[in-house]
């Protein structure tokens, strides 16, 4: 519990020293507004570019462990998209943000660290090769499924020219398509060019955690507590649930399968809200899912890993 306590609190921290600056008026929601901006168009997509860049792309993936864990991550999107439609009368583009948050495991920042901290960093094959594909992914879903919603009515050629658009016009799509034409080709950049990429990918999640808490002070759960507590069961229970009984199934080697359990247990990371802030759809319930998904994944995280033994 400490272990887990140690990884998850500064993480807390930051987010509650956003909150705090807006809500002490030492900083104002516009100049929030703009370190989110900064972190959401070029800081995170710079980190994506070199993440894709350096990952060797021949490594060999556990197909298994794969399917487990985005069959969980999946099923957490269409449990947010109909749920937040059908069952909260959400429309369908605030669902699709909603839905969103059930499909985006905090896979780095409590994932690597949590997997590492308990069982070394020799244990940490798997959950590479969740992360290597994780915003590829997922991000492919939400935009796809976003323009297609907005697009709706539009023709089947003007639907798909519009998710098209989006797609590539999206900043962190862009950062993980140049990261992998930049892993094919192996570009001779400077030493001093790729310094000063990494200085900016590094404060890109610090950046985006803090003006998450600013956000947090404006967008209050006050209103959609019963959809972010729904949301938050989703993330916490559902998707690793259905990771550990597809991973049972499929025979998973255990250190692949522990890395897919934990991984999926995480609370939704911060590209939650960046999708919900992007598209400007559902940001409070994808705001405070976050904070208190990460709360409460101190006790779920230590449940589902004692499950593990």
């Known amino acids: 519990m400490q272990a887990l306590i140690d990884v998850i609190l500064p993480v807390f921290l930051v987010v509650t020293a956003g909150y705090g600056v807006v809500w002490r008026g030492w900083m104002s929601e516009p100049a929030i507004d703009g370190l989110m901006k900064f972190a959401q168009s070029f800081a995170i997509p710079v980190m994506l570019f070199l993440a894709i860049w350096q990952l060797n792309l021949g490594q060999v993936f556990d197909w298994r462990l794969l399917v ?24 369908w583009e605030d669902a699709v943000a909603v839905g969103f ?41 939400g ?13 089947l050629g003007t639907t798909a020219a519009k998710v098209v658009k989006g797609m590539v016009s999206n900043p962190l799509v862009i ?36 003006a998450l808490g600013g956000i947090l002070y404006r967008y209050r759960p006050e209103g959609d507590l019963r959809l972010i507590a729904y949301m938050v069961a989703i993330a916490l229970l559902l998707h690793p649930a259905i990771t550990w009984v597809l991973g049972r199934l499929l025979g998973v080697e255990a250190g692949h399968f522990r890395s897919g359990v934990v991984t999926a247990a995480m609370a939704p990371g911060v590209n939650a809200y960046l999708f919900a802030n992007m598209y400007g759809r559902a940001k409070r319930v994808a705001a405070s899912t976050v904070l208190v998904a990460t709360v409460l994944c101190v006790l779920t995280a230590w449940g589902w890993m004692a499950l593990l033994g």
């Open 143 to 155: 935009v796809v499924t976003m323009e297609g919603v907005r697009a709706r009515g539009a023709g």
């Open 68 to 91: 487990a864990y985005y069959a969980g991550a999946i099923s957490g999107f269409l449990a947010g998209l109909f749920g937040a439609h059908y069952l909260f009368n959400r429309d």
């Open 101 to 141: 948050v059930g499909l985006f495991s905090n896979a780095v920042l409590l994932g690597l660290a949590i997997t590492e901290r308990a069982y070394g960093p020799d244990a940490l094959a798997g959950n590479y090769a969740i992360v290597s594909l994780n915003a590829p992914i997922c991000y492919l879903i």
């Open 175 to 210: 950062g993980l398509g140049l990261g992998a034409l930049a892993n094919l080709t192996q570009p001779p950049l400077p030493g001093a060019v790729v310094d000063a990429l990494s200085l900016i990918g590094r404060a890109g999640l610090p950046a985006a955690l803090f």
